[in-house]
């Protein structure tokens, strides 16, 4: 079975901070596909970034950067300078082949989120 | 905006009672997704359609049944309504979703909010 993990359930810091949000992911599968997601208070998911598990390259783009780190199972997700705006819940996400059960894929396993509160 | 609309925004209505939620994907995407946001639960997968055929499915309860028409729209019915069904229910849509895909990414609908009272 495929599993999120976000551990942090809330993360309050002074604008301009940066900060980390963690992501450990657990896959039998070897290729997946790693998403961010952000939930405004207005309520919509909008769709951050997506990585597959064969490029561990990491990304930034902006104010934001993703570490994805295979042997530790962890895709990060960074944002620097933080903003106001920033305050969100994140949720975290895989998505696998189905390798071990007839090929296709599910649908997206989601961590139960981080509520990040940027204060001014 | 992501291009997935969703209707009703809102909806109160009785236990016992039957719904339908309405999808339209974004235009040229083949995949529809169907999704609950609960407090217990968070964000759960229920089952998913690629051109009008069920293609995955998730966490879907007997009394939930949904499906995908020739215009690619979806609807998601719930029926024999509980207090516990009450959460936001989201759609999402991608391009593809054939076999051997999940490299897709899906973008979500502003979700249908349930109340069961």
């Known amino acids: 079975a495929q599993k999120v993990t976000q551990a942090q359930t809330e993360i309050s810091v002074v604008e301009k901070e940066d900060v980390t949000l963690d992501c450990v992911y657990e896959?039998?599968?070897?290729?997946?596909?790693l998403f961010w997601y952000k939930q405004p208070p207005s309520g919509e998911l909008v769709f951050l970034i997506r990585?597959?598990?064969?490029?561990?390259q990491n990304e930034i783009s902006g104010r934001y950067s993703w570490n994805f780190q295979k042997s530790t199972s962890s895709f990060n997700f960074t944002i620097t300078a933080s903003q106001v705006v920033d305050s969100a819940v994140y949720f975290c996400?895989?998505?696998?082949?189905?390798?071990?059960?007839?090929?296709?894929?599910?649908?997206?396993?989601f961590g139960k989120g981080t509520h990040l509160i940027i204060q001014p | 905006d992501s291009g997935v609309t969703q209707t009703p925004k809102h909806l109160i209505t009785a236990t016992g009672q039957r719904v339908t939620l309405r999808c339209s994907p974004r235009?040229?995407?083949?995949?529809v997704y169907w999704y609950q946001q609960s407090l217990d639960q968070g964000l759960q997968f229920l089952i998913q359609?690629?051109?009008?055929?069920?293609?995955a499915k998730g966490n879907i309860l007997e009394r939930f049944s949904a499906q995908q028409f020739p215009d690619l729209h979806s609807e998601l019915n719930l029926s024999s309504l509980e207090l516990g069904d009450s959460a936001l229910y989201f759609c999402?849509?991608?391009?593809?979703?054939?076999?051997?895909?999940?490299?897709?990414?899906?973008?979500f609908g502003p979700g249908t909010r349930l109340l069961v009272l």
């Open positions: 996400a895989l998505r696998t082949r189905r390798e071990h059960s007839g090929g296709g894929a599910d649908g997206l396993t």
């Open positions: 999402a849509s991608s391009v593809g979703g054939a076999s051997g895909g999940g490299q897709e990414t899906q973008y």
């Open positions: 235009s040229g995407d083949l995949s």
């Open positions: 359609y690629y051109n009008g055929e069920e293609r």
């Open positions: 990585r597959n598990s064969f490029d561990e």
């Open positions: 896959t039998r599968d070897t290729t997946y596909y």
